[in-house]
């Protein structure tokens, strides 16, 4: 019973088998090897377009570096209080841009609020040298709340960045699971909704660690390479990386393996529904549950075992006697797991 | 017939299973499993003293966040001038520590030269706000042009370094093969002969992608966990760095995939040694080898689909016909491979 | 009928004399000369005890480089949400820091809210390598609404601080206005109240430009020479900074241009009281007036030629015919020019 | 005898006269006074081109704000190894740009060498994440060692930079010396040569604290607001360093200060010549005199007051016996402590 998070999870065989193939083989070292290119065009595929890839070791790198490629001195960055950029990365896209600002909005059940946004970016209009300027605007789908935005909410934010001459940034650590729950196309839920930038995870969906920043337009990635390299996230065995994402893009695998994370969540969801005094916090749409269960409830189920997180942000009232707690769903979560977490909690 | 870098090898069947075994199950993140802590523990054995140990994901990181561990305001770092942290990381030294000085200095076949670093030192002691401070000296062992410090050597530097307050680093990129060329015990050549921090590289000698800084002081590595995960550096599932490292550092395979590669190194030495007008720039001490082929034979090599880079750093005269070029072997290298390189140029 | 800001105000004549009196001397460079060393005696004076003094060029040069002095990796300062480090240094605290975080914090009339302030202590309490770390609270004494703090409400912020290991810093851009009012000791008003860093602006209110970082305890201000140095905020000529806080902090000087632009604010407000519908948003306690005047007048206030900003930040709440308007005296207002400005708003 | 720098100088009359006229004022802060704009027009007319013009507080900032503004990740800086950016400014080059490296390149008399530049750029040739690439040459005019470049030196060295790319930077310091000595336009000796940014200097001949970044270009200008004021450097009263420049541009008065100090400057190298043993070691053509004196004759001079420094640096060869030492001469300079110090070394 392990709903901890996905990166307690383990790697899916496919991705296992498909690195150990490529150990066998000789290649080039940096990125220059068939593979890479392999591996980058089946992301141009996945897209619909020729993309910019660049694999980094951490979601937090592909975050700072995303940043980095669209840097501005005295840059502000628009995004959501609860965001991992603010709260998980130890200031590190302050760090990797040296110095660019994270302004966290407020925004319920996880997702930027559209009128907060506007006020804060009117209020650094025009630039100017006294309080900067907007940079660039950031949304995480499915985001902190295990919410996923609608295509028509990602257009929104899309319109509203590009009116002050901003790129949307999506910070993608759970992109798959978004995807198979509104099971649209790649490209629909990004560029051509309005996202210019993508953190691209695949770690937490069943890789071993892979991570890429992808640029829609691959003419701005043209200082990418420099911009990873000096922050010391060029792979020199990055076949290893690529041979990774070769096969969670290959034949949907990435998707599959989403779906599933995504149905032992909702399989979790119902059957907590009203079970003994739990109720969720916020819609259940991807790999994540967040649930407020009584406190004694969640003791024994610790007790039993299950590991899971207490969930302090996002704002949602819980009784006196409860506590919101987060269960996260992977790709080799069972059924088993999710049944005997509901039983316990009957 | 691939001698272009260690880089471009595999990995060893032992890491592979390593991680696959690991894939199969379930742990804590960001270095909280079980395996992480096993795989710690092997260092702190492995080095006959209780160390501090970071995964990072490149050489590069290595090498930049050990001086960010070390860095001082103004801080100047003297290092060879043919080194990798000048030579080979697009400033990555320098952004990591937010501007520290790489001081490259002469020095023959690779190795500081004893009387330049006291000149380079004395230049800028007593420190100054003007003319900045040394903060480190740094060596590379095995060095870039193959060569290995003697445990003397290292002890010389590192009391210069100490004399002047200053930690000694040890860029450890090719580290195995080092020890396995010296055959004498990592504590010996490190925090012994005066190492203070250490990059540990794992990549070129079989892993997949594994690299630590290793502190041999835990106490001076309070700030290190921020400035890793600040830099993107932390991986989530760590375990799988360290499911490499503790296969890697188990039972000595490291020594004997070193061995193996040092072994295929002097025996393409020897095999070239005065043939077709071939000499060594360097001595062979590790797993590189340096020659001078003369051109049409460095041709003819190529033609055949052998890979190896010239060389155009070190400052080893060749003759107008010749070039120099470098052949790295690694823990997959054959005699087989050797031999017909061998052959083709005889 | 000059109020856009006490920085348009010129210069003191005693501050212009001592200036002049030193460019005909010769003297050493860099901080050297016995006039620096007088000039920072005075400081030590100022204070009653012993301090470590670094003079900048600017206030934004001395807030970046104080929060450089007790920079800590994923360090987080906690100010309010309007203070000059966020609204008015295009991030330049965040870039001389190399990306600590400034976490702006809600508060009445531009004072640290300590129920605030706690809570958003607690939520980066334990130090994490995820979340970063508290490293510092700032206050604004004069605040950005003009108001001053007690010196209980400072001691109260200091002991959250110092609870937390955190050391806390005085913008005091405007701090001889604070003290003229609070009419305590500069050593009450900052380190006996817990003060440990303070930049010490004295451009606002009749010098040049003579700004300067006030360590108290000098033994934390090691790393200042090398971090001032860097930020190429070292002038040559020392001397001239050192020849305006010489004559600044003689005979009390400072205090008497302080009081007397405070008077002029006084009366200012005092004049405008209910006076055609005008109201202060907040105590007029130093030498800003932030009055709430019906759009009408302050156009015909600003068509007879009176200087005077808008201002938008502070949620004070005004009628909707009215704007908030701020006015700031400086140590060279008249009266006349106060009571011209009454005059027209009758 | 005064003799150890220019920084050690006090101000000219005409300076101290404007600003304290200027003191009487009230005018627009941060740079938006009529007397500002009329400074920056001073460039403009002095330069026979509109150019972009940033005042900052030291020659320091003037350098690693222009280096900042031509910034490119992985950039390295090709310069003298004696020069001020490597010398003298505590790493602030490479902490203002977040890590630019500074080559330092060998050349006689403190001027770059031709073939160790072209040698240098080709070794970075092309541009590559690992080594990363040239983003500028700088050289400084009046050099290190007293020299000054010819106007065919300087379009030597600008033809190779903009071959690679790359922009020419001038560190004016002394730049008014220069162009005394070579009595040509200052257009002639900036752009029409090459010269894409200047560091224009003013403190040293004259003013309390005048420096500058000029940008032929204006176009190239547009983020240099934001780097200027985020590195603390925007000053509030910028009246103040208006009011320097435009009296120090008005009517030649700058170039008659520097050719009053180039004149004493060879008054004290004609009367030092062949005396008593001292000699030249390179020749003097600006505010410079680099002379090799016997011990016991400079230690007789310092005894008897005069003040002036030893110089380790530029490789100039002098006897056993000797040291090498450099007397700086002012504007404030007078024949009589020139011939003081001839005399007491005869």
């Known amino acids: 019973m ?84 603010i709260e998980g990365e130890c200031g590190g896209v302050e760090f990797l841009t040296g110095g660019a600002r994270l302004m966290g909005l ?12 506007e006020h804060a970016i009117a209020g650094l209009s025009p630039p100017s040298e006294h309080h900067g300027r907007g940079m660039a605007v950031s949304l995480t789908q499915q985001s902190e709340a295990g919410t996923v935005y609608s295509l028509e909410e990602i257009r929104q934010v899309g319109e509203i960045a590009h009116a002050h001459e901003m790129p949307l940034h999506m910070d993608g650590a759970r992109v798959a699971n978004a995807l198979a729950h509104l099971n649209v196309s790649p ?43 000096r922050a010391g996230q060029l792979f020199s065995k990055s076949r290893f990386v690529a041979a990774q994402f070769d096969a969670y893009l290959r034949d949907g695998l990435w998707l599959d393996l989403a779906r599933h994370a995504n149905a032992m969540a909702d399989r979790l969801r119902a059957g907590l529904a009203g079970s ?39 704002g949602a009232e819980v009784a006196d006697d409860a506590i919101l707690v987060r269960f996260v769903t992977a790709f080799s979560t069972t059924p088993d797991e999710v049944d005997a977490a509901i039983e316990m909690l009957r």
């Not at 290119?37 to 890839?53: G, N, P």
């Not at 407020?106 to 946004?117: M, N, T």
């Open 276 to 314: 003994n005094g739990a109720y969720e916090a916020w819609p259940t749409t991807g790999n994540e549950v967040f649930v407020a269960l009584r406190r004694d409830n969640a003791e024994r189920l610790r007790a039993a075992g299950a590991a899971f997180h207490e969930w302090t942000r996002g």
């Open 187 to 229: 490209a629909a839920m990004t560029w051509k909704a309005g996202v210019d930038i993508l953190s691209f995870g695949a770690t937490k969906n069943g890789c071993l660690a892979a991570e890429a920043v992808v640029i829609f337009d691959p003419a701005r990635a043209a200082d990418m390479p420099f911009l990873r390299k």
């Open 106 to 117: 407020p925004g319920a059940a996880g997702k930027l609020d559209i009128d907060a946004l």
């Open 2 to 85: 392990q709903f901890a998070s996905d990166n307690w999870a383990g790697a899916a065989p496919q991705i296992v088998e498909a690195v150990a193939a490529e150990a066998a083989r000789v290649g080039a070292a940096y990125g220059g090897s068939a593979l890479d290119e392999q591996a980058v065009a089946r992301f141009s595929a996945v897209f619909e377009r020729e993309v910019a890839v660049f694999f980094v070791a951490t979601g937090s790198a592909a975050n700072g570096l995303a940043m980095s490629a669209v840097n501005q001195t005295g840059g502000v960055i628009f995004c959501h209080e609860d965001c991992h950029m």
